[in-house]
């Protein structure tokens, strides 16, 4: 499968606790998007990112959030001292050329992720 | 940021039936997608239009691109339940995407 791969599928996290979401873009993609969406709603942007860059992170709020994509590996959105409205299905898209070059996004599934 | 509303928010119909779903900005896009999300899955692209005035089609789904490039349509002709899902759209500018049409399509 060749497809963006994101883990875990499920997390569950407790209040105040750490939560790592994991995405692998597809092969060959250097540009990687990050969008949260709550039930019966759509995808909002959160960061995007190239290879060891973040391009925009207008959408990801400025505390307890971060995101990287290093040189190796996959990317990763951290999400620190978790609190109840963090739960949310989190999305991962990669593709080959930025937005304004008509990149065609692949998506992953998604980390549905639940804070007790 | 550019700023996408799509309409209506909700839409049920029986199968068979014919519906047109909007997607409008008050800036100019660049180019536009539109995507479907099937529950527990992410989207998937079904086309990007460019060019201002241009319609495309995909078996029973026509895309139209305003001629000023700030909306773009999607009209679906005789509905199955399998279109049943929801309809995003994103502008290229940014890659943001509106808030959605949730199709429900009845058997």
């Known amino acids: 499968n060749a497809g963006v791969m994101q883990n875990p599928r499920h997390l569950v996290r407790r209040r105040g606790q750490e939560a790592r979401l994991r995405c692998s873009p597809v092969?060959?993609?250097?540009?990687v998007y990050w969008y949260r969406q709550l039930p019966e709603e759509g995808l909002k942007f959160m960061v995007y990112l190239q290879k060891e860059n973040i391009i925009d992170e207008s959408g990801m709020p400025k505390e307890r959030f971060s995101a990287e994509f290093p040189k190796e590996g996959p990317s990763i959105l951290r999400i620190q001292q978790v609190v109840r409205g963090d739960s949310a299905a989190y999305f991962c898209?990669?593709?080959?050329?930025?937005?304004?070059?008509?990149?065609?996004?692949?998506f992953g599934s998604g980390t549905q992720l639940s804070v007790l | 940021t550019q700023l996408l509303e799509q309409s209506p928010q909700f839409l049920s119909i029986q199968e068979g039936e014919n519906l047109t779903v909007y997607c409008n900005s008050s800036s100019v896009f660049s180019s536009l997608q539109w995507y479907r999300q099937e529950p527990g899955e992410g989207p998937v692209l079904l086309v990007t239009v460019v060019t201002g005035g241009e319609v495309k089609k995909l078996k029973r789904l026509t895309f139209q691109f305003g001629d000023a490039r700030k909306d773009s349509s999607l009209h679906i002709t005789a509905a199955q339940p399998g279109d049943t899902g929801l309809y995003l759209c994103a502008g290229l500018n940014d890659m943001r995407f509106g808030a959605g049409t949730r199709l429900t399509v009845k058997p």
């Open positions: 092969k060959g993609h250097s540009h």
């Open positions: 898209a990669s593709s080959r050329t930025s937005g304004t070059g008509f990149g065609k996004l692949f």
